[in-house]
């Protein structure tokens, strides 16, 4: 338990030397006083106070280790008549209880008159601190519970605040992330338009005859992806079905359709050409592999141009 100890030391000069341990040294005109009192308070005031002829007599404080561990205040000077009186506060703090020593003071007293200083001491002074005596006579008292405690409107408002910002800074961070990861992600490759039967037939067509196919892979995968494509146009543009069926079954539904009126008879030989080819191990010549290409791309122009164009969705 922490104790402040009062301490009050005087040091009075006068005229004619008195009250004191050096009041019959006539050489040393100088009365010093220790006293201590303890106290229990948390703040309590510690006073140091010399008291000298100001006009003959010069006082001070000698340092010493002790000294420098105390807490000194600015000195108070008084004045009364040729008296001045100085008043200086310190800070005496103890921890623990059990007995205690001020150590001994030093004083330089130095006449005005310019004969030589000389030095006092004060007394050390003894200090018996005891911790609050327990009242035995009254009953024993628990420790009170834990008291909860309402927190202040203000700091309410500030965790919630903080909690909001960070929330937005969690979400502009996720936000930032996704955004910068799409840009470095790649770039989606643009759809390419929605081709008519007829344009994506003549297109495929174009392409076998650039390759010139029948010269460079066999003649009878030639004939497969040329029939591939016819097939795929008569599907798409008149919707017969032309996969599941055989070359004589096709001819029949073209029948049935005016718009290859026309073009029956070069469908008939392109297919027929093909089967012969594909099953038979036919051996066409070039200018035959030639004919069949042109055969193809007029079925398809000539049958376009007598419908009505389907548009582009």
């Known amino acids: 338990m922490k104790r402040k100890l009062l301490l009050s030391i005087f040091l009075v000069l006068t005229k004619n030397g008195i009250f004191s341990k050096c009041k019959y040294q006539k050489r040393r005109l100088i009365q010093h006083k220790s006293s201590l009192e303890t106290l229990f308070n948390s703040r309590s005031k510690q006073l140091l106070t010399h008291k000298i002829l100001s006009s003959i007599y010069l006082i001070s404080m000698i340092p010493s280790i002790i000294l420098k561990s105390w807490k000194f205040k600015k000195t108070d000077t008084t004045q009364a008549g040729n008296l001045s009186t100085i008043i200086q506060k310190i800070t005496i703090t103890n921890f623990d209880s059990g007995a205690w020593y001020i150590p001994v003071l030093e004083y330089k007293i130095s006449p005005l008159n310019g004969t030589n200083p000389y030095i006092m001491h004060s007394d050390s002074i003894r200090v018996q601190v005891q911790t609050i005596a327990a009242d035995t006579s009254k009953p024993f008292k628990p420790i009170f519970g834990i008291r909860e405690v309402n927190r202040p409107i203000a700091q309410i408002i500030q965790y919630i605040l903080i909690g909001l910002i960070a929330l937005a800074t969690i979400l502009f961070l996720i936000y930032y992330l996704r955004k910068k990861a799409k840009q470095k992600g790649p770039k989606p490759k643009p759809l390419e338009p929605t081709l008519l039967p007829h344009e994506k037939a003549l297109k495929q067509i174009n392409h076998l005859k650039a390759e010139n ?101």
């Open 213 to 313: 196919a029948w010269q460079n892979q066999n003649q009878k995968q030639y004939f497969t992806d040329l029939t591939d494509v016819v097939r795929t146009y008569l599907e798409e543009q008149f919707q017969i079905d032309s996969f599941e069926k055989t070359s004589a079954e096709i001819i029949s539904q073209v029948k049935k359709v005016k718009a290859l009126s026309t073009s029956r008879q070069a469908l008939r030989n392109l297919l027929e050409l093909a089967d012969v080819v594909k099953f038979a191990k036919g051996k066409p010549t070039e200018d035959e592999c030639l004919q069949t290409l042109e055969q193809s791309i007029q079925i398809i122009i000539e049958s376009y141009k007598k419908v009505k164009p389907i548009e582009e969705p």
